[in-house]
């Protein structure tokens, strides 16, 4: 598979990692991306990242009928 196209376990994954970055901005009250320091942009794409490698673990567990 070509790595610009996500299977839909990936697509859905991806979509759960974004939340995941979602809600760190809510948590910390801001909305604008270009207003992040640092380390709120690490943070941001720690939990995106993250997000998605958790999901997709599930993902596939509950695929593979774990």
């Known amino acids: 598979m070509k790595q610009d ?3 839909d376990i990936e697509s859905l994954a991806a979509q759960d990692g974004g939340n995941e970055g979602l809600w760190f901005l ?19 794409k720690r939990r995106v990242v993250a997000g998605y490698r958790k999901a997709l673990k599930n993902n596939l567990r509950r695929e593979a009928g774990l």
């Open 26 to 44: 809510e948590e910390i009250g801001k909305t604008d991306l270009t207003t992040l320091t640092i380390d709120e942009v690490c943070e941001f």
């Open 5 to 7: 196209r996500f299977s």
